[in-house]
């Protein structure tokens, strides 16, 4: 059975840093498209960042130059980390295959004060 579970969210100020967690079992990261995605109240789930099993790495213009994505195959998890985040940012935070392909964790709250 597969399961994602996230964490590392919180409240920041904005300008701070935060790293999240998604550690998974029942699938491997190290063989799959992973990504994360958040979903801001009132807005459709995005898809913010994205690994490839190669280790290429993608993000949408909004976090582009401030969020990294990275992975452990040792320890099947994907990382995101957000440096200058933005009041915008906040939103709670999922990790998924790209595209999905699991059902959804329960996901991190990440609020950032303006």
């Known amino acids: 059975q597969v399961q994602l579970v996230e964490s590392g969210g919180g409240l920041v100020q904005a300008g701070g840093s935060l790293r999240l967690s998604c550690v998974a079992s029942g699938f491997n990261v190290g063989v799959n498209t992973m990504g994360w995605y958040r979903q801001a109240p009132g807005k459709p789930r995005e898809l913010v960042a994205g690994i490839t099993r190669s280790g290429s790495t993608n993000y949408a213009d909004s976090v582009k130059g401030r969020f990294t994505i990275s992975r452990s195959n040792a320890w099947n998890t994907v990382y995101l980390q957000m440096n200058s985040l933005k009041a915008e940012d906040t939103a709670v935070y999922y990790c998924?295959?790209?595209?999905?392909?699991?059902?959804w964790g329960q996901g991190t709250q990440v609020t950032v004060s303006s």
């Open positions: 998924n295959a790209v595209p999905q392909r699991s059902s």
